[in-house]
Antibody, heavy 118, light 106 residues
Framework: QVQLQESGPGLVKPSETLSLTCSVS????????WSWIRQPPGKGLEWIGY???????NYNPSLKTRVTISVDTSKNEFSLKLISVTAADTAVYYC????????????WGQGTLVTVSS | DIQMTQSPSTLSASVGDRVTITCRAS??????LAWYQQKPGRAPKLLIY???SLESGVPSSFSGSGSGTEFTLTISSLQPDDFATYYC?????????FGQGTKVEF
């Protein structure tokens, strides 16, 4: 069973860049799409974007100007960068795997809370 | 964007109850719908995909139905472990969207 683990700072200052990494273990990052999803405290889920192991990406239009997702197949990990953060970006950030050939999420990381505050 | 609307937002139930949650899409999504269960402090867990296919390891007390714009998640007999928040998600559009969630509480 593949396992995903998010890592990165839990506190980011306003206007700075949020950077997270998702390490994939128990399976290869190849041949799948990988995604970031976030959940503000007490609220619902928002899809941020995905990356294919080849590097092709697609982003939520609401975040597209601020988001970059990248992949490092040699390390079996992928990453999220979100620039110019505000308090509205405070959320639990999850990494997740798209099901093979599908568009739903069959494996999730445990999530990491990122707070934007000075 | 395809908007997903769940009802009710909160559902009060007891152990043994049959529970039904509805999810409506703002346009037809065929059967490109998944259901997730989320417990406090935990990541969502996939229950149902393709509107009615049960994910491996998920109890058969969970079932899904529907197509087009209207979908339901049914728990045939609510167990203590089933008290949680449930989300639907469409994957018809590349822009994946979720319902706002339905909290099943005692």
């Amino acid at each position: 069973q593949v396992q995903l683990q998010e890592s990165g700072p839990g506190l980011v200052k306003p206007s700075e860049t949020l950077s997270l990494t998702c390490s994939v273990s128990g399976g290869s990052i190849s041949n799948y799409h990988w995604s970031w999803i976030r959940q503000p405290p007490g609220k619902g889920l928002e899809w941020i974007g995905y990356i294919y192991y080849t590097g092709s990406t697609n982003y939520n239009p609401s975040l597209k100007t601020r988001v970059t997702i990248s992949v490092d197949t040699s390390k079996n990990e992928f990453s999220l960068k979100l620039i110019s953060v505000t308090a509205a970006d405070t959320a639990v950030y999850y990494c997740a795997r798209y099901s093979y050939g599908g568009g739903y999420f069959d494996n999730w990381g445990q999530g990491t809370l990122v707070t934007v505050s000075s | 964007d395809i908007q997903m609307t769940q009802s009710p937002s909160t559902l009060s139930a007891s152990v043994g109850d049959r529970v039904t949650i509805t999810c409506r899409a703002s346009q037809s999504i065929s059967t490109s719908l998944a259901w997730y269960q989320q417990k406090p402090g935990r990541a969502p867990k996939l229950l149902i995909y393709r509107a009615s296919s049960l994910e491996s390891g998920v109890p058969s007390s969970f079932s899904g139905s529907g197509s087009g714009t209207e979908f339901t998640l049914t728990i045939s007999s609510l167990q203590p472990d089933d008290f949680a928040t449930y989300y639907c998600q469409q994957y018809y559009s590349y822009l994946r969207t979720f319902g706002q969630g339905t909290k099943v509480e005692f």
